[in-house]
Nanobody, 119 residues
Framework: QVQLVESGGGLVQAGDSLSPSCAAS???????AMWFRQAPGKEREFVAA????????SYADSAKGRFTISRDNAKNTVSLQMNSLKPEDTGVYYC?????????????WGQGTQVTVSS
């Protein structure tokens, strides 16, 4: 079973950039590699996705124009370049993979990495 491990979160100021990444082991990403986030007291929400084979991307409206998802098939990693960060981007960021459609969400999940954006 594939295992996902996120890294690269941290504490930054508003307007800064951060690029968390997610590494797969024991298998590889299948169908979509996705990023979700969960803010304190809120439900987990979709952020971005990339099709592992085709490379097509999809973004939440809140991420469009600021975030870029990318993959490295050789290294079995997916990254999320986040620019112009805002305090409302604060949360635990999770990567996920497994199902053939975005609507199905993630079958396999990482443990998450904390992103905190101060104002």
């Amino acid at each position: 079973q594939v295992q996902l491990v996120e890294s690269g979160g941290g504490l930054v100021q508003a307007g800064d950039s951060l690029s968390p990444s997610c590494a797969a082991s024991g298998g590889t990403f299948s169908n979509y590699a996705m990023w979700f986030r969960q803010a304190p007291g809120k439900e987990r929400e979709f952020v971005a996705a990339i099709h592992w084979t085709v490379g097509a991307t999809s973004y939440a409206d809140s991420a469009k124009g600021r975030f870029t998802i990318s993959r490295d098939n050789a290294k079995n990693t997916v990254s999320l370049q986040m620019n112009s960060l805002k305090p409302e981007d604060t949360g635990v960021y999770y990567c996920a993979t497994g199902y053939p459609t975005l609507a199905a969400g993630g079958k396999h999940w990482g443990q998450g990495t904390q992103v905190t954006v101060s104002s």
